[in-house]
């Protein structure tokens, strides 16, 4: 048996510290992506490495997934391995074993993280709005400039899939450019 601890933050910037904080173990995965998708390096890594018998520590359910389909879905691949998940936060330990209270709990905690991810999309989605509004939000720098990308198609004669791939943007932003929009 291999403890074996998983750690994930959104960012590059956040730190990590305070997850499984003086617990120790045989080996530790950490990622620092968002948790929207389960295509992360890291948790991959660990799904790899982990076999029967060992025991994934997670610090809260919401570290290892951020909506309920991909928490029961993770928790149902790790248990699948025979390895079982201990959530230290929420104090919860799922080893595979059909237990309805703990399927409920499982549930239940996955859905308030899921709820929980909507409502901060929500509130960011309101501030951006709001920061339009007032004119003081721009949306991020553009990359390569409209004018940039109307040459490579103009002059150069490239087609949109090759000027894209040339200036290292979108086919869609190179759409956009070359319809005048200045939200390239």
């Not at 309920?68 to 025979?82: H, M, P, T, W, Y």
């Not at 059909?98 to 929980?116: C, K, R």
């Not at 002059?155 to 929009?181: E, F, I, P, T």
Request: avoid cysteine.
């Amino acid at each position: 048996m291999v403890d074996v601890a998983y750690i994930r933050v959104s960012s590059v910037e956040q730190n990590v510290d305070r997850q499984l904080d003086g617990l120790t173990f045989t080996k530790t995965f950490t990622d620092k992506v968002s948790g929207a998708t389960t295509e992360r390096p890291a948790l991959q890594l660990m799904i790899e490495f982990i076999r029967e018998g060992d025991v994934v520590h997670v610090h809260s359910i919401d570290r290892l997934a951020r909506n309920l389909q991909d928490l029961l879905a993770l928790v149902e691949q790790i248990n699948g391995k025979g390895a079982s998940v201990r959530f230290h936060k929420e104090s919860l330990h799922f080893t595979g074993e059909h237990n309805p209270m703990q399927d409920l709990m499982l549930s239940m905690i996955g859905a308030v993280a899921q709820f929980e991810r909507s409502m901060i999309k929500e509130r960011q989605r309101e501030g951006i709005a709001k920061a339009k509004a007032k004119g003081v939000y721009k949306g991020r720098t553009k990359a390569v400039s409209n004018e940039d990308i109307q040459k490579a198609i103009t002059a150069d004669k490239l087609s949109y899939r090759d000027a894209a791939k040339a200036l290292g943007v979108s086919v869609s932003s190179v759409q956009r450019a070359m319809k005048g929009n200045t939200e390239a």
